[in-house]
């Protein structure tokens, strides 16, 4: 009886420390196999890095380089922007200067030729007087017919008709001229000169202005008290109406008397080409 015990535990035991066995293996085969792939993805993904890395450090490397290269050109041409520079610093400065030393040149040319154009004004004024005086119809006058030349301006005598103030101004105006301003004392002397001195006595454009308060040429300017004698400015300031001249003297009349008058306008210019 103890014999068959002893055989059924033997067998008991044989059977399940052959059981433990199989366990144990099978844990070690299931311990072993688990781990094998993700080793296997961490080892990919290391390797990866690691490429990744290396390619990053080789295009680091090579701008690297690139960069160095350029910088030593760069260098190069810092070290050489000197003898480039200063040559063309120096043309600079010289052009400057030319370019200041030009306006002058410029203005000294004007004046020259402002200069020249006077003189020829001048000479071909002398030329056509000394044309007029052998032929009053000379092409050259710069007055129209009938009328007087002296200095810039014509002259148109009246001495056969007679008019007032007014209606001498509107006469002259319809020939677009004005009645006769003097302007300075070579003007006055010429007034008292043939052919204008066969008139006694004519209408100035000078008169007076009570909203002005002032005596006033038909240009609305103050005549200047240089061309007036004591005698002359003592009639004007005690007087007002209408100025006009006779035998070299200036007096004031009412504007509605009736005289002569003279009208007066710009010359023309003389032209070159009218002196053949």
């Known amino acids: 009886m103890s014999h068959e015990v002893t055989d059924m535990t033997l067998t008991f035991q044989d059977s399940s420390g052959a059981s433990n066995n199989r366990d144990r293996n099978n844990l070690k085969t299931r311990g072993n196999s688990a781990p094998c792939p993700a080793w296997r993805q961490a080892a990919l993904g290391l390797l990866t890095l690691c ?12 701008m690297f380089l690139r960069t160095s290269s350029e910088m030593n050109s760069d260098s190069k041409k810092l070290s050489q ?30 004046s020259q030729v402002a200069n020249l154009l006077k003189r020829q004004e001048k000479m071909a004024i002398k030329l056509c007087k000394e044309l007029i005086i052998h ?9 129209p017919k009938t009328w007087q030349w002296h200095q810039n301006s014509c002259y148109y005598l009246t001495m056969k008709e007679e ?3 007014s209606n001498s ?4 105006r319809d020939r677009n001229s004005t009645l006769v301003k003097i302007d300075d004392l070579e003007e006055k002397h010429f007034l008292t ?26 240009d609305n300017v103050i005549p200047s008290p240089s061309l007036f004698s004591s005698t002359e400015l003592a009639h004007l300031n005690g007087s007002k109406g209408c100025a ?15 005289i002569s008058w003279i009208c007066e306008k710009t010359a023309a210019l003389v032209k070159i080409e009218d002196l053949d």
């Open 135 to 143: 032929d009053s119809d000379h092409r050259c006058n710069p007055c």
């Open 51 to 62: 490429l990744a890395l290396l390619i990053g450090l080789v295009t680091l490397g090579m």
């Open 163 to 165: 008019k007032t103030w």
């Open 193 to 218: 000169s043939p052919p204008i001195s066969l008139s006694s006595f004519f209408w100035l454009g000078l008169s007076w202005h009570p909203s002005e308060g002032n005596w006033l040429w038909e």
């Open 81 to 110: 922007l000197p003898k480039v520079v200063h040559p063309q610093q120096d043309n600079l400065s010289q052009q400057l200067c030319n370019y200041q030393v030009i306006p002058r040149e410029m203005e000294f040319l004007k």
């Open 169 to 172: 101004r509107n006469d002259c």
């Open 244 to 258: 006009y001249f006779q035998r070299g003297n200036i007096y004031v009349s009412r504007c509605s008397a009736e």
